[in-house]
């Protein structure tokens, strides 16, 4: 069970990824909401991201470069809004996204095995 969702974890995590960008890029007033607040949301769906990238590639070396990468890309989602309809960047939403990522990456860091 656990093969086999390791072997599935890239292509999920390329599909949080794709969801990220549909979510962060549609027209404001084609957005679903959750009934959370926004920096809640960008909190979880980063979180969520990092934690599905964490299990495809579970090394150290691996979490460095998705927590880091990861973050560029909330940056990138955010300069987006710039011209995408009825949207706008905020610094703020930039923030709670690298906040899911970066709380993520500890928790993996946390129940990692350690190297022997």
């Known amino acids: 069970m656990i093969t086999a969702l390791r072997r599935a974890s890239p292509y999920a995590f390329g599909c949080c990824l794709l969801l990220l960008a549909v979510l962060s890029w549609l027209p404001g007033e084609d957005l679903p909401r959750s009934g959370l607040s926004g920096k809640v949301e960008h909190v979880v769906a980063y979180a969520g991201t990092m934690l599905v990238g964490g299990l495809a590639w579970p090394s150290r070396r691996h979490a460095v470069r998705l927590t880091g990468g990861l973050t ?4 990138l989602m955010e300069l ?8 706008h960047a905020s610094i703020l939403d930039f923030i709670a996204g690298a906040v899911g990522v970066v709380t ?3 928790l993996l860091r946390l129940v990692a095995p350690r190297p022997t």
């Open 72 to 75: 560029a890309y909330a940056a």
């Open 80 to 87: 987006g809004q710039l011209v995408a309809p009825g949207r």
């Open 104 to 106: 993520a990456a500890l």
